[in-house]
Nanobody
Framework: QVQLEESGGGLVQAGGSLRLSCVAA????????MGWFRQAPGKEREFVAA????????RYADSVKGRFIISRDNAKNTLFLQMNSLQPEDTAVYYC????????????????WGQGTQVTVSS
């Protein structure tokens, strides 16, 4: 069992930055892929970014590539998402999740989820 808790969301103006955190508790954090998804009102939950402890690699959705940076502190069981140049279309609830696969982008590949943190970007 893995428990995930996100934090760091809030209200920011377009062009601003936010840093999300996700603390994991329970099973070993190091062996998992950790990912970020987001869900805007009336839309499907979509992949944002993922980080693999095993391969040390990352993966991003095209919509955030060059603006968002995913990182992890394995010693503190914490995943981060640095979000820069935020735009109103980035407004969503952001979720972190774990997967035993390597850098999947599909929601079904992730088995544990946090409760989410709201990010609102005003124009």
């Amino acid at each position: 069992q893995v428990q995930l808790e996100e934090s760091g969301g809030g209200l920011v103006q377009a062009g601003g930055s936010l840093r999300l955190s996700c603390v994991a508790a329970g099973r070993t954090f190091n062996g998992y892929t950790m990912g970020w998804f987001r869900q805007a009102p009336g839309k499907e939950r979509e992949f944002v970014a993922a980080s693999s402890r095993i391969t040390g690699t990352t993966r991003y959705a095209d919509s955030v590539k060059g603006r968002f940076i995913i990182s992890r502190d394995n010693a503190k069981n914490t995943l981060f998402l640095q979000m820069n140049s935020l735009q109103p279309e980035d407004t969503a609830v952001y979720y972190c999740a774990t997967s035993v696969s390597v850098l999947p982008s599909t929601r079904s590949a992730y088995n544990y989820w946090g409760q989410g943190t709201q990010v609102t970007v005003s124009s």
